[in-house]
């Protein structure tokens, strides 16, 4: 899971609903406010939110600067930033004999900057999915 592109493309494979992203040659396609996003990286650097058309090709040179810097590549995405959205996050573990350990999931939405300030687990539950709000 090293590269979040990669990653994306797999859970697609096996039908997991992602984000609409694109490679940096057609961002167009992703639509706005859209996220840059640093394929190698975590911790929000290499990360960029374009709320303009016009603010997108400072916002890939940018991400790709300071993601190579941080990580050794420079490989940069764009995926439909979601406003609002919860940072959810499961923990799973597998060995190479189909060994399968789902340590379950914690919210990690309170942020700064991208970078997690608070996590809660058991996470609570979401008006969105559970039909309560």
Do not use: W
């Amino acid at each position: 899971m090293g590269s979040k592109i990669e990653a994306k493309r797999l859970m697609r494979s096996h039908g997991v609903p992602v984000a609409p992203d694109s490679t940096v040659e057609s961002p167009e396609a992703v639509g706005l406010p859209a996220l840059v996003k640093a394929s190698a990286g975590g911790g929000g650097r290499g990360m960029r939110i374009v709320r303009s058309a016009g603010e997108l090709a400072e916002a890939i040179a940018s991400a790709e600067r300071e993601a190579l810097a941080a990580f050794g590549d420079g490989t940069v995405f764009v995926e439909r930033y979601v406003e609002g959205a919860r940072h959810v996050e499961v923990q799973v573990f597998a060995d190479t004999h189909g060994n399968v350990l789902s340590l379950h999931e914690r919210d990690c939405t309170m942020q700064r900057r991208h970078q997690k300030v608070l996590e809660e687990a058991p996470s609570p539950p979401s008006t969105a999915t559970c039909g309560c709000g």
